[in-house]
């Protein structure tokens, strides 16, 4: 007896099945880039000025001794810092009550303003007392615009697919951030290679932050078109303000992540951002050395986490993976700074730094996943962002600031590292604290 064949009817079917598979898969792809690539790209503009600090503090900051205009330099670096609490209340709150889509467009909107504003400000030289002025309000502009954008990117992120692959698609953020300082460590290789220092000093530091205002056309266009999550209703007397919420009954969660989190920010910001100007200014070693043990370093960070995150999503818990990646970051620290103090070419200060961000990169990953796991979908976005945000602002804003004047009052560049491996060991114990809630 012959078996008939699929009715006309019934053919299309399955094909629609296969059709909106696909399709969800193309969503899924689109949402993972789409925030991935802007996040790179507003990290990218916020932490250039990290690597052109010598130029920017020359610029507009100018004094007597080199050493008085960094410090002012990464002082300025560190007030976009302190605006990024204030745009993860802000935003992050706004993402848990309006949507993740419409958070991350403003977000956008404020990083190329603040962008614009560090790449057209004329120098001290010119204006005056103003100048320093207007690049204390843009980077403010910028740290309010990114303090939000991260922990909104990664509620996105997490929430926009199967559980199972969780991993996969929020180790893209670190990856996204690693891109960041990748391409702003890149372009100072190349704008050294390719300019005199008269016009580096002049205005070729200004380059980094004219690519970054790409931002506004790249960002509005990919984020607009973004799918958005629905929101989960939260309880009456919650309506309205996830902050109340989130401070209430997540405080614990909060405060450990931020801790847990410390051990990757200080040591990127007072290694990896850095490197150049500890390079040049600590250790009198040419400019590009920094830069490309900078370089290096942003590499391994882009590269690992994708890795790592396909990995977290193979084993049955994270906190293992953070455990022995924060353990092995703060055995390295003071070996890296031992290599760097006494290296007399690259090679020494590039393998210090590639190990440190080897393991930052593993832990940076499991920590994300730990800390959002642990907040419930209502809280997610503001939860995420208020830890990263208060985190950066009180360890990643300072670290340049208390590593240069560990080294001024000291007179040692080794003492840089006996404020890094404390903190490492700091956010070691938080780990050990934290309580995993994978299955929530």
């Known amino acids: 007896m012959l078996t008939p064949l699929s009715s006309p009817r019934e053919q299309p079917a399955g094909n629609q099945q296969d059709g909106n598979n696909l399709n969800e898969r193309r969503e899924l792809i689109k949402t993972v880039v789409a925030s991935s690539l802007v996040t790179a790209l507003e990290m990218f503009d916020f932490t250039v000025f990290g690597f052109f600090a010598v130029m920017i503090g ?21 007030v976009g810092f302190l605006m990024r609490p204030v745009g993860a209340m802000m935003i992050g709150a706004y993402a848990d009550r309006k949507g993740r889509r419409a958070a991350l467009t403003r977000t956008t909107w404020l990083m190329a303003l603040g962008t614009a504003a560090l790449a057209l400000c004329p120098p001290y030289a010119s204006i005056g007392v103003l100048a320093p002025f207007v ?7 910028q740290g309010f615009a990114v303090g939000g954008d991260i922990g909104v990117a990664s509620a996105f992120v997490l929430e926009a697919g199967p559980a199972a692959r969780r991993g996969s698609r929020v180790s893209w ?47 509005l266009y990919v984020r607009r078109r973004l799918r958005d999550v629905p929101m989960p209703q939260r309880a009456a007397q ?23 989190m410390m051990g990757q920010t200080i040591p990127v910001y007072s290694i990896v951002y850095f490197m150049p ?44 993976v953070a455990l022995v990646a924060s353990g092995c970051t703060t055995l390295l620290v003071l070996p890296a700074f031992v290599l760097a103090t006494r290296a007399t070419h690259a090679l020494p200060i590039i393998a210090g730094a590639a190990l440190v961000s080897l ?82």
């Open 58 to 78: 020359d610029q507009f900051f100018p004094a007597g001794d080199p050493l008085i205009s960094l410090l002012w330099g990464v002082g300025t670096f560190g």
């Open 135 to 141: 690049i204390i309000v843009a980077r403010s502009l």
């Open 173 to 219: 953020q670190p990856a996204s951030q690693g891109a960041a300082a990748l391409l702003g460590a890149s372009l100072g290789i190349l704008i050294i290679h390719t300019l005199p220092p008269v016009a580096l000093a002049s205005w070729g530091w200004r380059i980094p932050f004219v690519v970054g205002l790409l931002i506004a056309p790249l960002g």
């Open 238 to 260: 919650d309506a309205g303000m996830p902050l109340r919420e989130l401070f209430r009954d997540h405080g614990n969660t909060i405060v450990l992540g931020m801790l847990m």
């Open 277 to 320: 100007s500890y390079a040049m200014r600590v250790m009198h070693l040419p400019a590009l050395t920094g830069y490309l043990a900078s370089a290096s370093s942003a590499f391994l960070l882009m590269v690992i986490p994708p890795l790592a995150g396909r990995l977290l999503d193979q084993l049955p818990r994270r906190k293992p």
């Open 359 to 440: 393991t930052m990169a593993f832990s940076a990953v499991a920590i994300a996943l730990l800390v959002l796991e642990a907040l419930p979908a209502r809280v997610r976005a503001s939860g995420m962002a208020v830890a990263q945000a208060f985190n950066v602002a009180l360890f990643g804003g300072t670290a340049q600031f208390i590593v240069t004047g560990l080294i001024k009052w000291t007179g040692d560049p080794l003492s840089a590292a006996w404020y890094v491996a404390p903190a490492c060991a700091t956010s070691f114990c938080a780990i050990v604290l934290f309580r995993e809630r994978r299955g929530s």
